[in-house]
């Protein structure tokens, strides 16, 4: 079974630009879930997308958005890049109701120069 | 409130058994996890514990849980060189409701041939 993708795998903008990251979850997953994994910030919790709403957004600005398709996949929107958006964003995906155990891609890397 | 904390470095010799150790701060969390994470790479989920338990077992690995004092360890038995990486705990705080994992910093294992 293929676990979670993401693509690309790596994305180099400079500031003022938009990036976008997407997010492929695991077949018959329903939820998708975005991190920031910042140098020196742990990892944070974004956005929470389950059957095509957002549920739950951390403490990030509204320049991070992003949606869900029908298919389940899902894309993280980030504008008006500023340099501390550089950091590998993690998507992960599970089942609501059949556990809380969330199943992570490989990220993708974000740098902002 | 949501905290999860854990020492940032341990140093072990092949062969030797690592002991990590994490301390979190919601005693009504349903789930802890543990995740590692190689260089450059996501997320691989270790294994986890429903909190109502007190010790999993899964060879090599054995994660204790301490409800009390809100303590979770997971030691790693006959510690190999491939076992180097960042190893972080995680609790699924309110996650049926705000779909976040709270994580905590994370400790880098360096193992020693």
């Known amino acids: 079974e293929a676990g979670v993708t993401q693509s690309p795998t790596h994305l180099i903008k400079t500031r003022g630009q938009q990036a976008t990251l997407r997010c492929s979850p695991i077949s018959g997953h329903t939820s998708v879930y975005w991190y920031q994994q910042a140098l020196g910030l742990g990892l944070q919790f974004l956005l929470w997308?389950?059957?095509?709403?957002?549920?739950n957004r951390g403490n990030f600005p509204p320049r991070f958005s992003g949606r869900q398709f029908p298919n389940y996949s899902s894309e993280l929107n980030v504008n008006a890049l500023e340099l501390e958006d550089s950091a590998l964003y993690l998507c992960?995906?599970?089942?609501?109701?059949?556990?809380?155990?969330?199943?992570f891609g490989p990220g993708t890397r974000l740098t902002v120069l | 409130g949501e905290d999860v904390e854990q020492s940032l470095f341990l140093s072990v010799r092949e062969g030797d058994s690592s002991v990590i150790n994490c301390t979190y701060t919601d005693s009504s969390s349903t789930y802890l996890y543990w995740y590692k994470q190689e260089p450059g790479a996501g997320l691989q989920l270790l294994t986890y514990?429903?909190?109502?338990?007190d010790m999993k077992q899964d060879q090599r690995l054995t994660v204790l849980l301490n409800k009390k004092d809100k303590h979770l360890s997971l030691r790693i038995a006959d510690t190999q060189t491939g076992d180097s990486a960042i190893y972080f705990c995680a609790e699924s705080w309110d996650s049926s409701n705000t779909g976040k994992l709270i994580f905590g910093q994370g400790t880098t294992l360096q193992v020693k041939p």
């Open positions: 992960a995906s599970n089942l609501p109701g059949a556990g809380d155990t969330q199943y």
């Open positions: 514990i429903f909190s109502n338990m």
């Open positions: 997308y389950d059957e095509g709403e957002e549920r």
